[in-house]
């Protein structure tokens, strides 16, 4: 059974840190895209960062390039998203999703949000 398991979301202040894990399952880390996607409520779901599968390669939008950052661990089989710099408009609830190496790659994961497989979401609250 696949699962993607996120933790590490809470409140923090506005210039804060949080690390977000993405813990999986069920599935051979390596062999998938990994990314971080959140949505804030009356918006619409949107790519933060996504990962290659082989050579690690990175894709951040706009809004958070030189403040997050994503890794992965394929030996604990997770993937992490570091987010420095924290601002109120941060605030959303994070998922972590994944889709196969072979169907995608870590920029058009995060430009379409099509993963085949997505976690239940982990809320980030950045207080101004």
């Known amino acids: 059974q696949v699962q993607l398991v996120e933790s590490g979301g809470g409140l923090v202040q506005a210039g804060g840190s949080l690390r977000l894990s993405c813990a999986a399952s069920g599935f051979t880390l390596d062999d998938y895209v990994i990314g971080w996607f959140r949505q804030a409520p009356g918006k619409e779901r949107e790519g933060v960062s996504c990962?290659?599968?082989?050579?690690?390669?990175?894709f951040y939008t706009n809004s958070v390039e030189g403040r997050f950052s994503i890794s992965r661990d394929n030996a604990k089989n997770t993937v992490y998203l570091q987010m420095n710099s924290l601002k109120p408009e941060d605030t959303a609830v994070y998922y972590c999703?994944?889709?196969?190496?072979?169907?995608?790659?870590?920029?058009?994961?995060?430009?379409?949000?099509?993963?085949?497989?997505w976690g239940q979401g982990t809320q980030v609250t950045v207080s101004s």
């Open positions: 990962i290659q599968a082989s050579n690690s390669a990175t």
């Open positions: 999703a994944a889709r196969h190496r072979v169907f995608t790659s870590s920029q058009a994961l995060c430009v379409t949000a099509n993963p085949r497989y």
